[in-house]
């Protein structure tokens, strides 16, 4: 999944700087490797919209919701390939449907403009005066290069509040300054670039479709009035007359976009100052400047997402998760980068956490990875994932219960239902996974399924919940002895011997390493002792031993002087290492 991750950034990064054609190569090339990701389609689908492929764009987005029906972007991606075909009707009915999975802002504002185009669809007149009329204009033009400019002359900026105060005079708007024009660019949305001069062809140079007002009629001068004044020279004097227009520059200083780079500059500031008291761990004066920093510039959600930040390092979960909550919330609208959205949402998770919430803190993970698909929130997911299953199983705990289990597989082993005596003891065991006795009847039930490999499973298990219970190792010697493992049957049988202190299993077990000792005895009674040696060195702990420079010097000298050997075994690790050669018949007992 990692090269999917890659495409994808990659594609994202392509989208950002609207190479659209790139980005739509990438997300194809992801989409192949996994087919059933929601989010590969969607950012397909706002890649094909950036070209205003409209038609394919909502094949992506349908294709997003048929993945993934309860994701509102999904609708959202619907709904913007529709406004883009003009097909506002089926556009509402998209945004509407999204808005019942969650109450986006970006929902919310993407359904206003598909009914305010609707409705400018209808009217038949374009005019300049709507266009002006837009309270967004000089915001618009302010974070447009090309427009960016003609903002630094004061005089313009009066011009445009005056056209935005009184449409009708907007008119006469492209006559009276060209610079108008890339105005007009920015309010319809399209590059004016091209269309900044008069075309080769004699054209007017603006977009197809549009004309400008015609220019209003001049008097003409009388003749008296022409001769009287012969001179012609003064003609050009009029050029001077804008020049008194910067003498308004220290009036007119109140522009909307300077105090809102001063508020910016300010906030950025707060954050700076809020973030050195962070890694100080002063956490309630760093909670304070991000406050700040929000309060004077509210257009950047990580001022939010600090502010969690600040309020979980403070314990304070539920400040936290509401803060975060709200920055999810003001970042739809602000069409915040996806990977700050996935972060917020991991925050959320860890203080659902530390709060022991655990299934919350599962839902904001996972919503988490819905918008990003990171590592570290994986694992945490993961690990929650693994906490919840162990809560529950804990919760399930009932000795009681366990009990009446047992009981119930004990008369169905007896009925001769073993598979239905497996089912009950597996539930005596999830009642009380700490009673051995509920593994041991099970693998008594499981090798009356011939099913060997789960029943000695099952008494390996016995024994590591109860070192000290006999009959896990009786019932491990009797699997293998079925298994025909008779040495290893015969250390089961000697390791119950060791723990049978009081003997009570005595005779039970004599009795069952006789019958053991008797088959081997038939199984090896024809091998010479090359073929023994090689019989035996098959097994991994039996060459090992074997190769061992101390067991090999007690063997050397228990072969000159077998009473040394007796003494050596008072050792519990070298007897253990005898027994397992005699059970394997290289040293042979009489």
């Not at 992801?30 to 969607?42: E, G, K, T, Y």
């Not at 500059?265 to 890694?279: H, I, N, V």
């Amino acid at each position: 999944m990692s090269d999917v991750n890659a495409l994808k950034d990659q594609g994202n990064k392509a989208f950002s700087a609207k190479d659209y054609d790139k980005a739509i190569e990438l997300f194809t090339a992801a989409i192949a490797i996994d087919p059933s990701n929601h989010v590969l389609f969607s950012n397909r689908s706002a890649a094909k919209a950036g070209k205003k492929e409209w038609a394919t764009a909502l094949e992506d987005a349908e294709q997003c919701i048929k993945l993934n029906q309860s994701w509102s972007k999904g609708y959202a991606r619907k709904g913007a390939a529709l406004h883009g075909a003009r097909r506002y009707d089926e556009a509402v009915e998209a945004y509407e449907a999204g808005l019942k999975f969650e109450d986006s802002p970006a929902l919310r504002k993407g359904l206003q403009d598909v009914k305010d185009a609707k409705g400018r669809d209808g009217s038949e007149s374009f005019g300049l005066g709507r266009m002006f009329a837009d309270p967004n204009l000089i915001g618009k033009l302010a974070t447009n290069p090309r427009t960016q400019k003609h903002l630094a002359d004061p005089a313009f900026v009066q011009k445009l509040k005056l056209f935005q105060q009184n449409p009708a005079l907007a008119d006469s708007a492209l006559q009276s300054d060209p610079r108008m024009i890339d105005v007009l660019g920015v309010a319809m949305g399209i590059d004016m670039q091209g269309f900044s001069g008069e075309g080769s062809d004699g054209s007017d140079g603006l977009p197809p479709g549009f004309k400008l007002p015609p220019p209003k009629a001049r008097t003409p001068r009388s003749p008296s009035a022409s001769t009287s004044k012969t001179p012609p020279t003064p003609a050009p004097a009029p050029a001077p007359a804008p020049a008194p227009a910067p003498k308004s520059e220290d009036v007119e200083m109140t522009d909307e976009d300077v105090e809102e780079a001063k508020a910016k500059a300010d906030a950025l500031a707060a954050k700076a100052q809020g973030t050195e008291y962070y890694k100080a761990q002063r956490f309630s004066e760093a909670a304070e400047q991000f406050k700040k920093a929000w309060d004077l510039w509210p257009k950047d959600i990580t001022f939010l997402g600090n502010l969690g930040a600040a309020y979980l390092e403070a314990k304070e979960y539920d400040q936290c998760i509401a803060t975060c909550e709200l920055a999810v919330d003001e970042g739809r609208g602000l069409r915040a980068d996806y990977k700050i959205i996935a972060k917020i949402f991991g925050r959320i998770g860890t203080a659902y956490t530390a709060k022991n919430d655990l299934v919350s803190a599962k839902k904001y993970f996972q919503k988490s990875l819905s918008e990003h698909r990171d590592a570290t929130i994986l694992a945490k997911l993961q690990v929650t994932e693994k906490a919840i299953a162990e809560t529950e199983r804990q919760a399930y705990i009932d000795p009681a219960k366990s009990a009446v289990a047992r009981e119930e597989g004990n008369a169905a082993f007896k009925g001769g239902d073993f598979a239905k005596a497996v089912k009950l003891y597996e539930e005596s065991i999830k009642r009380d996974p700490s009673d051995a006795r509920g593994y041991n009847n099970r693998a008594a039930a499981y090798m009356k399924l011939m099913a060997l490999a789960e029943a000695l499973k099952d008494a390996d298990k016995a024994i590591e919940v109860d070192p000290a219970f006999v009959k896990a190792y009786i019932r491990k010697a009797t699997i293998l002895q079925t298994m025909r493992d008779y040495s290893k049957a015969l250390e089961a049988l000697q390791a119950a011997s060791s723990v049978d202190t009081a003997n009570a299993h005595a005779q039970e077990i004599q009795a069952q390493e006789f019958k053991i000792q008797q088959a081997l005895f038939t199984q090896r009674s024809d091998e010479t002792e090359e073929q023994t040696l090689e019989r035996a060195m098959k097994d991994p702990e039996v060459a090992q031993i074997m190769g061992d420079p101390v067991m090999q010097q007690i063997l050397q000298q228990a072969q000159g002087n077998p009473g040394a050997l007796q003494d050596h075994m008072k050792n519990p690790v070298v007897r253990q290492k005898v027994m397992k050669l005699i059970n394997a018949g290289i040293i042979k007992t009489r």
